[in-house]
């Protein structure tokens, strides 16, 4: 069994990555975001998920990383390829 972790990033950017850090030394297997445009809390910085986490694997060694959702309605489908395919080899084959 894998578990893995949540992380909506509507804090400051060095406290989403202390909360990226946490997870990844707590042992768990992924570290998940999500893909929305607007943020879901209100008026804090909430940050776009893919670039979210090409930097989050720039913070981290081995925890997996992916988002929840990522909707070809947002994007189209051939940049999302492309975004996923930077994730993946930004964070050395770590993208679920």
Known sequence: M???AVLV???P???VVRWARE???LGLDSLWVPDHLVNPVGSKPFYEGWTTLAALAQETSRIRVG???SSIVFREPRLLAKQALAV???SGGRLE
């Open 13 to 15: 950017w060095e406290q």
């Open 88 to 90: 993946d080899h930004l």
């Open 67 to 69: 988002t929840l959702v």
């Open 2 to 4: 894998k578990f893995g």
């Open 23 to 25: 997870v990844e030394e």
């Open 9 to 11: 990033p509507f804090e």
